[in-house]
Nanobody
Framework: QVQLVESGGGLVQTGGSLRLSCAASGIIFRLAAMKWYRQAPGKQRELVAT???????IYADSVKGRFAISRDNTKNTMYLQMNSLKPEDTAVYYC?????????????WGQGTQVTVSS
């Protein structure tokens, strides 16, 4: 059974920092492409950051220079360090794992963690 469990969300003031974690089980974590998405009220879910199995990273323009995605394959955990937070970063943040096996792609999701940035 695949589980992705996010943690680290909370309430922070503008300019503050938070570190999100996503602990994975039930997948071969080191082979998975991992992503952070977010969804603000009334908006579509958007991709925030990606880290490949080779640890290459890609960021949305809105978070470049402020957020950093990383992974620790020894702990089966992905992180999102969020600095210089803005009110527009307020959203539920979701962890996503994509695995590919025998030409079959599967996506798994965590339950989400709320991040609220007060102005």
């Amino acid at each position: 059974q695949v589980q992705l469990v996010e943690s680290g969300g909370g309430l922070v003031q503008t300019g503050g920092s938070l570190r999100l974690s996503c602990a994975a089980s039930g997948i071969i974590f080191r082979l998975a492409a991992m992503k952070w998405y977010r969804q603000a009220p009334g908006k579509q879910r958007e991709l925030v950051a990606t880290i490949t199995s080779a640890s290459s990273t890609i960021y949305a323009d809105s978070v470049k220079g402020r957020f950093a995605i990383s992974r620790d394959n020894t702990k089966n955990t992905m992180y999102l360090q969020m600095n210089s937070l803005k009110p527009e970063d307020t959203a539920v943040y979701y962890c996503n794992a994509r695995t590919i096996a025998i030409a079959t792609t599967r996506d798994y999701w965590g339950q989400g963690t709320q991040v609220t940035v007060s102005s």
